[in-house]
């Protein structure tokens, strides 16, 4: 048995939270620092220090802090929890204030202990925020000190393509690109990274998961959850660049890219960006829960369900029709993988036999199955389905995705995180599709009940090409 190595921060750190009384913080990021301290995985010496507008307290922003653990966590340590507010401290202040950030200079110093440390500046915040950030960090000189600056930026990044660009010059003029580490947070879900090592491993699947084998792609991100009172974000944004134009054109490119022989950070980026830039979208279906207008208080267009048809020029996938698909307030929260393969020539073909499937189902638990097709006893030649399948439990040095993505900032590794060439390409899908939409008229905005499984015309995308959504939901 081989010997696990559990990833622990090795170099002390000071992390600045930007967006700290946020609800992406809350969500997901508490919880995950709180997972790394109670599993010992943080240095001797690390503060972290929340920065927002809201005007509170310390100690507002420990309970604040403990109450998102707790509410996120299945069993909590309460004395590790404690000792870990104790390396919490907040700021408040403008984005655009100088003066507020010579103060939260200020904080840093006095509350660091010791001279040599990484310092982590993590945006939580919406793009808009970004450029006035990065100014005043380098207006109040955080990136002169020794102790180099990391900045962590969360998906989405900018609204478009044009609006990318220019987020990476604002930041090629402040900071070098070893400072800048770009989140997209299901890269760091070990579920997504297990798709590349599946193949890698897997002979069964490098040689059939291709152009001559797979008739079609699905690839699905239900949810359950509606837009959990992030009316403001998600009314700007919609599916399209909340879900689709990082989460699933990421899984996408992992499932489809050539595999590099030599796995840096590098050629991954590299091959990954060649499928983003050989997508062709075909069409794209746009639906909304009702009730959503009532939660955005605006008679909205935004689009809360988004199924896609595309194509790749990559000579894997070339002529293979890939559907992706993401919507809130769905009947159940699945996310999945799905490939559905041609019949063969000898084999039985009169349209009544299901296609033989590969389904990796990433959430709500990670599982892979293998859909055969077994014979009915007797002597008749007709057949039932015969399903195999494991559950894949992570087994070994076992994080969640932000826990896993922190360690890797603070060990300076970037291979789970982004590059500017592969956000370009991936908006580059998403420009055309959102121009669409403010063209579409309302009629083409299809609605559909919370608790459903989404729009009609979804299912109707599939039809037109003689295939149907598959879905293996517990519940639906
Ligand atoms: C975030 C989106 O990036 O991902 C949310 O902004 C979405 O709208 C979330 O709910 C889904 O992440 P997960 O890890 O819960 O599948």
Request: hydrophobic residues 40%.
């Amino acid at each position: 048995m081989k010997k696990i190595i559990f990833q622990k921060a090795e170099n002390n750190f000071t992390m600045i939270i930007f967006g700290a009384s946020g609800s992406l913080a809350k969500l997901k990021l508490f919880p995950s620092i709180y997972q790394l301290a109670a599993e010992s995985r943080l240095p001797a010496d690390y503060k972290i220090i929340g920065y927002g507008r809201s005007q509170i307290s310390n100690e507002d922003f420990r309970e604040f802090f403990k109450k998102s653990v707790i509410e996120k966590t299945e069993r909590v340590d309460l004395e590790k929890l404690d000792e870990l507010l104790k390396n919490i401290f907040y700021v408040s202040g403008q984005y655009n204030e100088e003066k507020d950030f010579r103060k939260l200079r200020s904080t840093v110093e006095q509350v660091e202990k010791t001279k040599n440390r990484i310092r982590i500046a993590y945006f939580s915040v919406p793009p808009s925020a970004f450029t006035e950030i990065f100014q005043n960090l380098a207006a109040v000189n955080f990136n002169s000190i020794k102790a180099k600056l990391r900045l962590v930026i969360e998906k989405p990044f900018g609204y478009d393509f044009k609006s990318a660009k220019k987020l990476a010059q604002t930041l090629k003029k402040h900071f070098s690109q070893e400072q800048i580490y770009l989140l997209d947070h299901y890269l760091g879900k070990e579920s997504v990274t297990n798709l590349l090592s599946l193949r890698y491993a897997n002979s069964i699947l490098t040689t059939l998961l291709n152009r001559e084998y797979v008739s079609n792609i699905q690839i699905s991100a239900l949810e359950s959850k509606d837009i959990e009172g992030r009316a403001n974000y998600f009314d700007n944004v919609g599916i399209l660049r909340d879900m689709v134009q990082s989460h699933l054109l990421q899984i996408l490119a992992y499932l489809t890219m050539f595999m590099p022989r030599e796995r840096t950070a590098e050629a991954i980026h590299h091959e990954k960006a060649q499928v983003l830039k050989s997508i062709r979208v075909n069409s794209l279906v746009r639906g909304q829960y009702i009730g959503y207008n009532k939660e955005v208080s605006t008679d909205s267009k935004t689009e809360t369900y988004a199924a896609i048809k595309l194509a790749l020029k990559h000579p894997l996938w070339k002529g293979v029709p890939i559907y992706l698909r993401s919507g809130k307030s769905l009947v159940e929260q699945w996310t999945a993988i799905v490939f559905e393969f041609k019949p063969r020539k000898a084999q039985r073909d009169d349209g009544t036999l299901p296609p033989n499937r590969i389904v990796i189902q990433l959430q709500p638990y990670e599982k892979i199955e293998f859909h055969l097709l077994t014979k009915l006893g007797g002597k008749t030649f007709d057949f039932h389905e015969l399903t195999t399948g494991r559950p894949i439990y992570c087994s070994g040095d076992c994080l969640n995705e932000h826990g896993r993505l922190l360690l890797d900032v603070i060990a300076g590794k970037n291979d789970l995180f982004l590059n500017f060439e592969e956000i370009f390409a991936a908006w580059k899908v998403i420009d055309p599709l959102q121009k669409l939409s403010t063209k579409m008229k309302k009629k083409d905005l299809h609605l559909y009940k919370k608790g459903s499984k989404g729009p009609k015309a979804s299912d109707e995308l599939l039809a037109k090409d003689g295939f149907k959504w598959f879905y293996s939901l517990p519940n639906a």
